[in-house]
């Protein structure tokens, strides 16, 4: 399987979020104002993930247009 961006957005969140399980890696993942973000590499692009630790829900399952992305969350 392999899907773009685009057809990765089609997908609502809890189905991008399964697709990260299956198909994507962890990349790294760091804890910010009560917020789990993960980045993931799926396919040929990067997917940020938001979990809110309090109520431990996903709040965002989003592709990252910044190809520099990493070096921003390796700065936090």
């Not at 009560?34 to 040929?44: C, E, M, N, Q």
């Not at 990252?64 to 936090?76: H, M, R």
């Amino acid at each position: 399987m392999k899907l773009t961006r685009s057809e990765f957005c089609q997908f609502n969140l809890h189905t991008r979020f399964d697709l990260l399980t299956e198909y994507g890696k962890n990349i790294l993942h760091k804890t910010v104002s009560r917020k789990l973000i993960s980045v993931y590499r799926i396919f040929d692009f990067y997917v940020e993930v938001y979990v809110n630790l309090a109520s431990r829900k996903i709040e965002r399952v989003e592709p990252v247009i910044n190809a520099g992305i990493l070096e921003v969350y390796n700065e936090l």
